[in-house]
């Protein structure tokens, strides 16, 4: 079955320095991957994803995501952290195989003034 | 546009007690799906339809059941309320597991005593 797992529960780093959100996945067909993001006491938003065509991938608000299949990996990045960026962060896995939308256990970043 | 709509958005249950939690979605969307949301777990899958009259397991099913008699309602029946379930639940729809991204509705909090 697929799988998702992210590498960080918590990531803290300061406003203006870059953000990386590590993210690994495990699928046994070629998958489709996102990432969602959740504002405090809000719903979830679609930040980007990959869907078998550029491996770069860029979002809204400045992240982007890098599909490397080798390394089973599609880690979020953004060159300048922004206070709004505050939340937590889902990475997600669906392949063609059984239509599952899987969910990884969250990456809550927080963001030094 | 509603999008998707779930009802209530609270509810308190006593141990024992049964339950439905409504979801509508008005973007005639094929897929549908229920996830629960517990802290450090992430959102994980309950279950999940394809379209109307189909139904399948996700990965927490257990003392949960599911019908799709329409493409605009999926229900999620909680048969024997246990303060296990005490959590969010987000009901969910896209146009396909694949590619599409997940639409959410608001959420409902459910404590079980």
């Known amino acids: 079955a697929q799988s998702v797992t992210q590498l960080d529960s918590h990531v803290s780093v300061s406003e203006g320095t870059p953000v990386l959100l590590r993210c690994n996945y495990s699928?046994?067909?070629?998958?489709?991957l996102f990432w969602y993001v959740q504002h405090p006491n809000k719903g979830l938003q679609l930040l980007l994803k990959y869907t078998s065509a550029a491996t770069l991938v860029k979002g809204i608000n400045g992240f982007e995501a890098e599909f490397k299949k080798s390394e089973t990996s599609f880690h979020l990045t953004k060159p300048s952290a922004h206070m709004s960026d505050a939340a937590e962060y889902f990475c997600?896995?669906?392949?063609?195989?059984?239509?599952?939308?899987?969910f990884g256990k969250g990456t809550r970043l927080h963001i030094l003034p | 546009n509603a999008g998707v709509t779930q009802t209530p958005k609270f509810q308190v249950l006593k141990t024992g007690q049964s339950m439905t939690l409504q979801c509508a979605q008005d973007?005639?969307?094929?897929?549908m799906s229920w996830y629960r949301q517990d802290p450090g777990m992430g959102l994980r899958l309950i279950h999940y339809?394809?379209?109307?009259?189909?139904?399948d397991q996700g990965e927490v099913p257990n003392g949960y059941n599911v019908s799709r008699s329409t493409t605009e309602d999926f229900p999620l029946r909680l048969l024997s309320a246990a303060p296990s379930q005490t959590s969010v639940y987000f009901c969910?729809?896209?146009?396909?597991?694949?590619?599409?991204?997940?639409?959410f509705g608001n959420g409902t909090r459910l404590t079980v005593t």
């Open positions: 997600v896995v669906s392949d063609r195989r059984d239509d599952k939308i899987i």
């Open positions: 969910a729809s896209s146009r396909t597991a694949l590619e599409s991204p997940l639409h």
């Open positions: 339809s394809v379209g109307a009259g189909i139904t």
């Open positions: 699928s046994s067909y070629s998958p489709s």
């Open positions: 973007m005639n969307h094929e897929y």
